[in-house]
């Protein structure tokens, strides 16, 4: 998203260096210099529509400017030249300068006398071949007795349009998204209606990126159908699920066949639904130990036979086998560590390889919870704490006192 935030002064174009000469003798030693990345300096480039390199012959790098460049002059129509006439069998034909009010797309080249597609031009690589290959981009169109070629390019245009405006708003709404997830932020807002001064990140981070691109702001919210503005909260869950989707893929695609261990953990959450959470643990090609979560699976209950059952579930959806599988990590509760009827005992069953590690973390809880009970200071010492947490946390009075006698 970078490119969507960078400043007024990073988007201006240096000094040019080098002039572009704007005959057609010179077109091949243009599109040679362009490829060399020289500095382009915009106000020379051709504006004759026959003469004027493609935009793949540009650099990368300026394609973009180059492109802003030629939308910001709009289709150059000379209206007031005298367009040649051209004979087709007994009759002669030329170029109607009325054309220029049907089709705002419609250019005219003085040097090849012939008709040209200025948003071809621009975005040849999204609509170009459907709506006329490089007729309309790099020879032109000159037929003049078959005019009707000019508005069914018009109809193809139209459908290729409303396509690359869905594309960027989803593309929008995705960039959106995809923030949103990294910085692990809420999407929605408790009041999302038009006059709320906070509709929530997903829109406020959406309004913003529109307020700092034009093209994006031209086909999203409120420039956007009522029925195709991608800002529905379907639309966001369906947009975080694909990218739920993606991670995995790309989690399972680092992994490969290498062996593999499991580390898992089930907790009630708030809608008092029983969830259970998957990571994964692996060496990468790097040597690298590496440990990534893969989700979180509802079951329906803790017993261990459930639990084995969502777990090959979540392992036949993403290819891993348990074959691979070379060690378990969970609490010591009975339906997990269970020597006859346990979680690891049931994987062990299949994959003897498979072997239980009792979880650390858990470890040192009951090592602390054992030595407490067992060591009086010890057990006064954690009552004091808990204690004094509960008198200084209880008054903002107390909680300030205590903190300047820390300080003190």
Aim: charged share 25%.
């Amino acid at each position: 998203m970078e490119k969507y935030f960078k400043r007024k002064s990073e988007l201006e174009l240096p000094p040019p260096t080098k002039r572009v000469d704007n005959s057609s003798s010179s077109k091949k030693e243009l599109i040679t210099l362009l490829q060399d990345r020289v500095e382009i300096n915009l106000a020379d480039l051709p504006s004759d529509p026959g003469l004027r390199p493609r935009i793949t012959d540009y650099h990368p790098n300026d394609r973009d400017q180059v492109r802003r460049a030629y939308a910001q002059r709009k289709a150059r129509q000379p209206k007031e030249h005298n367009f040649p006439y051209k004979t087709y069998g007994a009759k002669d034909r030329r170029f109607n300068k009325g054309w220029f009010t049907q089709f705002d797309w419609l250019e005219y080249s003085i040097a090849k006398d012939a008709a040209f597609c200025l948003y071809c031009y621009l975005f040849k690589r999204d609509v170009g071949e459907q709506a006329g290959g490089d007729t309309f981009v790099t020879e032109g169109f000159s037929n003049w007795k078959c005019p009707e070629k000019l508005r069914t390019h018009t109809d193809i245009l139209s459908n290729s349009q409303a396509r690359i405006e869905y594309r960027t708003r989803l593309n929008a709404s995705i960039d959106c998204i995809r923030f949103l997830l990294r910085q692990g932020l809420a999407f929605r807002g408790h009041d999302e209606s038009e006059d709320s001064s906070n509709q929530g990140n997903f829109l406020e981070l959406l309004k913003f990126l529109a307020d700092h691109n034009e093209d994006i702001k031209a086909v999203t919210l409120r420039n956007a159908p009522e029925n195709n503005m991608m800002i529905s909260p379907a639309i966001q869950k369906d947009i975080v699920s694909a990218a739920a989707v993606e991670t995995s893929n790309a989690i399972i695609m680092e992994l490969g066949d290498a062996f593999f261990s499991v580390l898992i953990d089930e907790s009630r959450d708030i809608s008092t639904k029983e969830q259970m959470a998957v990571a994964l643990r692996y060496v990468d090609k790097k040597g690298h130990v590496i440990e990534r979560f893969l989700g979180i699976e509802h079951v329906i209950d803790t017993i261990a036979l459930s639990l084995k059952a969502v777990v090959e579930d979540l392992f036949c959806r993403h290819g891993l086998s348990l074959s691979r599988l070379r060690g378990q990590g969970y609490d010591g509760a009975s339906n997990m560590q269970g020597q006859f009827n346990g979680l690891k005992t049931l994987i062990m069953k299949e994959n003897e390889s498979a072997y239980y590690v009792h979880c650390f973390a858990h470890q040192l809880q009951l090592a602390l919870v054992a030595v407490a009970k067992n060591n009086n200071k010890i057990a006064t010492f954690f009552n004091f704490v808990a204690n004094v947490v509960n008198i200084a946390g209880g008054s903002c009075k107390r909680l300030d006192l205590l903190k300047e006698k820390q300080a003190t």
